[in-house]
């Protein structure tokens, strides 16, 4: 299993590859400390597992865009709070299984053959919850449709609006008038079916493939 390991944490970068270098069965390719490093390293590797660390937290729509693009490889979250919306985030972003925060070594490793097998170990209720999210009709508020079928516009203004610009900041990003990017707001709540513009940089950050960068929105 060749394998390359994310996190900015020097020491516990140097730790894994020690790790898991002593099973017979495992490479450790290279240790980054970034998702920029981490695209130079799958172009120049024939890495199988990318193992990062979320706990320092990790821009999960840069991630979605590495699973889309590498899709023979399996990312894998280190260091996930197990609870059943982190690991629904997890999988919307494009990560193949995740490692709890409390794991052994044994169990990573152990986490790591079972991931490239194509099988996910997680709690009872981790999986019912999984399954929930997978088939409810009416979702909750808090895992709202991520599909709204925004248009390419009202998705550029929506990842701005997640960013945290103002309206005015949005118009000289995007070369329009503060009342178009009034009125691209307005239906873009209508679409998420929120209220507030502070909700919609909340979902922006909880699901960001839903305000995807303008080269990967099909034009409308």
Same mark, same amino acid.
């Given at each position: 299993?060749?394998?390359?390991?994310?996190?900015?944490?020097?020491?516990?970068?140097?730790?894994?590859?020690?790790?898991?270098?002593?099973?017979?069965?495992?490479?450790? =390719?290279?240790?980054?400390?970034?998702?920029?490093?981490?695209?130079?390293?799958?172009?120049?590797?024939?890495?199988?597992?990318?193992?990062?660390?979320?706990?320092?937290?990790?821009?999960?729509?840069?991630?979605?865009?590495?699973?889309?693009?590498?899709?023979?490889?399996?990312?894998?979250?280190?260091?996930?709070? %197990?609870?059943?919306? %982190?690991?629904?985030?997890?999988?919307?972003?494009?990560?193949?299984?995740?490692?709890?925060? &409390?794991?052994?070594?044994?169990?990573?490793?152990?986490?790591?053959?079972?991931?490239?097998?194509?099988?996910?170990?997680?709690?009872?209720?981790?999986?019912?919850?999984?399954?929930?999210?997978?088939?409810?009709?009416?979702?909750?508020?808090?895992?709202?449709?991520?599909?709204?079928?925004?248009? @390419?516009?009202?998705?550029?203004?929506?990842? =701005?609006?997640?960013?945290?610009?103002?309206?005015?900041?949005?118009?000289? %990003?995007?070369?329009?008038?503060?009342?178009?990017?009034? &009125?691209?707001?307005?239906?873009?709540?209508?679409?998420?079916?929120?209220?507030?513009?502070?909700?919609?940089?909340? @979902?922006?950050?909880?699901?960001?493939?839903?305000?995807?960068?303008?080269?990967?929105?099909?034009?409308?």
């Amino acid at each position: 299993m060749k394998i390359i390991v994310l996190t900015p944490v020097r020491l516990l970068a140097d730790g894994l590859a020690a790790c898991l270098s002593t099973r017979p069965e495992m490479v450790v =390719l290279a240790a980054v400390n970034d998702l920029a490093t981490l695209r130079d390293a799958l172009s120049t590797t024939c890495a199988q597992v990318v193992l990062i660390d979320v706990t320092q937290g990790i821009d999960l729509f840069e991630v979605r865009a590495i699973a889309a693009k590498w899709s023979d490889v399996a990312l894998v979250a280190l260091g996930l709070n %197990e609870q059943r919306q %982190e690991v629904i985030r997890c999988g919307r972003a494009g990560f193949a299984g995740y490692v709890a925060r &409390h794991a052994s070594i044994d169990a990573l490793c152990q986490a790591l053959s079972d991931i490239v097998a194509g099988r996910l170990a997680c709690p009872p209720d981790i999986s019912g919850g999984l399954l929930r999210a997978l088939f409810r009709r009416d979702p909750r508020p808090d895992e709202p449709d991520l599909d709204p079928a925004l248009t @390419r516009r009202e998705s550029e203004v929506l990842q =701005l609006v997640g960013r945290g610009l103002s309206n005015k900041e949005i118009g000289c %990003e995007l070369s329009l008038s503060v009342p178009t990017v009034k &009125h691209h707001v307005h239906h873009i709540l209508e679409k998420l079916h929120l209220s507030r513009r502070t909700q919609a940089m909340r @979902r922006v950050r909880d699901a960001p493939w839903i305000a995807p960068a303008p080269s990967q929105v099909n034009q409308k």
